[in-house]
Nanobody, 121 residues
Framework: VQLQAYGGGLVQAGGFLRLSCAAS????????VGWYRQAPGKQRELVAS???????DYAGSVRGRVTISRDNAGNTVYLEMYNLKPEDTAVYYC????????????????WGQGTLVTVSS
């Protein structure tokens, strides 16, 4: 199983970005997927998460500016970020919890490689 995060880039304050997290492999199910971010010198923090049932959760700092969603197959999760602020600058990672794959037969957790979001003022 692999997670690939992409869609980051340089955007001006007030702009929009859509990040994608694509899971590949012989995936049977994924319990939940979260987007995290880590700014320089700071700890990694949860931005948003979505469960297989569609329940979403958002960090207070982004609530109202961010939407997390997943495709029908559940293997791609999107993070739409509106009205971006310089403090949103960070490397964004996706994390899949409880991934059941035919290859392992176990529920495992995976991290994507991260995608850099830079918001200029």
């Amino acid at each position: 199983v692999q997670l690939q995060a992409y869609g980051g880039g340089l955007v001006q304050a007030g702009g929009f970005l859509r990040l994608s997290c694509a899971a590949s492999g012989s995936i049977i199910s994924i319990n939940s997927v979260g987007w995290y971010r880590q700014a320089p010198g700071k700890q990694r923090e949860l931005v948003a998460s979505v469960t297989s049932g569609g329940t979403t959760d958002y960090a207070g700092s982004v609530r109202g500016r961010v939407t997390i969603s997943r495709d029908n197959a559940g293997n791609t999760v999107y993070l739409e970020m509106y009205n971006l602020k310089p403090e949103d600058t960070a490397v964004y990672y996706c994390n899949a919890l409880g991934v059941l794959s035919a290859g392992t037969g176990y529920y495992l957790n995976y991290w994507g490689q991260g995608t850099l979001v830079t918001v200029s003022s």
